[in-house]
C-alpha cells in the first residue's frame, strides 16, 4: 500500500495510476489525514458466469411429468 499527499498526486497523477493499474493500492493524504483510497477495480471474469448453477423453482420429477404425458398414447 502506497501513501501519497494529495498535492503530490496532482504532479505525478498519471504514473500513480500506472500503479494503481498494476494493482497497487494508493493512500491519499490530506492535512496528515487519509481522505480516499485509490485501488484497482475489479475485473469480472465470464467463467465465473458460466460456473453458476440454475437455480430450479420446482423439482426436476415436476419437470419432466408433463412430458410423460404427452408420450404416453405413442408407446
Given amino acids: ?5 494529495a498535492s ?3 504532479g505525478n497523477l498519471f504514473s500513480v495510476l500506472k500503479k494503481v493499474e498494476s494493482g497497487e493500492q494508493v ?3 490530506h492535512n496528515k489525514k487519509p481522505v480516499a483510497c485509490l485501488q484497482p ?3 469480472e471474469d465470464w467463467r465465473d458466469k458460466v460456473r ?3 437455480k430450479l423453482c420446482v423439482p426436476p ?3 419432466m411429468k408433463p412430458v410423460e404425458d404427452i408420450w404416453e398414447g405413442f408407446i
Fill in 1 to 5: 500500500m502506497i501513501h501519497i499527499t
Fill in 8 to 10: 503530490s498526486l496532482r
Fill in 27 to 29: 493512500v491519499v493524504i
Fill in 41 to 43: 477495480i475489479k475485473k
Fill in 52 to 54: 453458476q448453477k440454475p
Fill in 61 to 63: 420429477d415436476e419437470i
